[in-house]
């Protein structure tokens, strides 16, 4: 099978998922629904729809024969490296260390070489935002290792 | 009504703290306008958290200011830098650039500002006076309307230019989909949620918008890592002669009405305005080869057209609910979380906020004419930050803005899996704006076919008997099928 076909499969894999998963869902007595639908309906016909749509999909792809894409630089790749690196330092450390972290670590990766710019963008983006959001728009930030030491 | 609007409208001038918000939203729009990747649709999606401290109008204010001016900046670097800053810019590279490595940047420049102004202010005009009419023939539509006019708005997802007509609707019944997740409305039958209940009143259009346009246009941004741009050099910005009037004049008339049409357009934006605006202004032309060598009448036609899309889009987006294009989806989603429920009711019973909202526009118009003028080379600058340097910024600003918007980290965890989601969509030819648009048009589908169902008692073919209902979904059909019908009709005529 040619990789141009792998984006339909995957839609069709993912529509027929959510089609075998609304089907599990609850109905609802008829004197709730009355002539109008099941919750389960118009996921399900959605799923139908776009089912259709990927047929004409693959037939376009056959008729045309697109390029395959060419594979994306590291600096693609380790930026969704840095997000999930980002979810766990804020899980298991701290929102503010996860940011200072993805920001000084992708400015690297993307090419800065002053070490000194890349921590300074670390640290004066994430305090400017902090002090702009907790003072100004009052909003208070998750607990972790920093924001427990600032609010006690 | 006329009086209230007037005043409403005149308001926005004597209020120091509203016209110093609109100054420093249109410096900030014309940055992120100038900076490559980060267009109007981003920069909005990124603002909108800040704005929920703010008082509706004034909030709804800086958004539309962001339209306003980002749609006009792409244009800076369009003709500087041969980059549009962004999409609805596109066209106006094909002479922008050659106009100014002819020496004449500054008079490209001038054309692009004033065709920009007078395009923005002729839609506001045209805004202030339609919007009001169509609200008073919303006002007769019911649920089967409803559902027929959120088809067609669906429908017209498969004529937005970036991604293929089916790519476009895959992505939007995508959209659709999502807006299904979590508790049914009538019944309260929980969907996908998969045992989560900080789902159970839906995914929030915040962080996924965040994620659909800001995440996933940096991933997309490092595929540009270390690009070498070339810049054209520039005295200062010149305004266009009697001459270049008489030459202009005509095409910028023609693009005003062709952006304003466009953008009235369900799902259709200020890229489509430009494309079109820059090919009639083509078509009409008595000098046509001079097009793509540095004609002004090119940059006319496009400028004037994608900044009257932006007061076009806004209305379907205040009067019907639905969104004209990706950034007033954003738009519209801030118009919800400040209470102001976009339709007939807005304009009966906030018919000064409105007015307000719209005397903003007509205001920013304003400013950015003059900080195009005297500032464009200054903020030219500004679009050569580093990438290594603005990008990083802005992963920080997009997911503080997901959490601040509930206080939820589940948000910034749905804004960084969309960014990928739109990265990949993307890397595949798919637009993210129709899986915006189908998120917000999904709720009002599925409960207005619901609602439907139940006047009709089931019958759904009696929504076919509803004269306006009808007319909707004939133009969804056409807007779906038309195309291949037209060719087929011309094939078989050859």
Partial sequence: ?152 | MFEQAISAMASVVVDPYLLGLIFATTILGVIIGVLPGLGATTGAALLLPFTLTMDPVHAIAVLATIYVSATFAGSITAILINTPGTSAAAATTFDGYPLAQKGEAGRALGIAVISSTVGGIFSVLILCFAAPLLARVAYEFRSPEYFALTVFGLSMLASISAGGAVKNLIGGIFGVWLSTIGAERVTGIERFMFGNYELYEGLHFVPIFIGLFAISELLVQSKTVNKIVNTVSMKAVKLPTLEDYKKIWKTILRSCGIGTFIGVLPAEGATVASMIGYSEARRWSKNKKEFGKGSIEGIAGAEAANNAATGGAMVPTMVLGIPGSGTTAIILVGLMVHGLRPGVYLFTEQVEKVYQIFGSMFVANVMFMLMGLYAAKLFARVSLVPTQILWPIVFALSVIGAYAFQGQLLDVWLALIFGVIGFFARRHGFSVAPIAVGLILGEMVETNLQHSLKMFDGAWWMILTQPLALMFLVFAFLGLCGPMIFSWITKQKD
């Avoid at chain 1, 200072?100 to 963008?121: D, H, K, N, Q, Y």
């Fill in chain 1, 1 to 152: 099978m040619k990789n141009i076909y792998l984006v339909p499969l995957i839609l069709t894999i993912f529509s027929l998922a959510v089609i075998a998963i609304a089907l599990q869902l609850d109905t609802s007595p008829e004197m709730i629904v009355g002539d109008s639908m099941q919750a389960r309906s118009f996921p399900i016909f959605l799923m139908i729809l776009k089912l259709i749509l990927i047929g004409i999909l693959s037939f376009q792809f056959y008729k045309n024969n697109p390029k395959p894409i060419a594979l994306e630089k590291y600096h693609t790749w380790g930026s969704m490296f840095l997000f999930l690196l980002f979810y766990l330092l804020t899980v298991y450390t701290d929102m503010f260390i996860g940011i200072f972290v993805v920001i000084f670590l992708m400015s690297i990766l993307w090419g800065e070489r002053r070490i000194w710019v890349a921590f300074l963008t670390a640290t004066i983006t994430p305090g400017l935002v902090f002090l702009l959001f907790d003072y100004v728009l009052k909003i208070r930030f998750p607990r972790g290792i920093l924001m427990n030491l600032y609010y006690g």
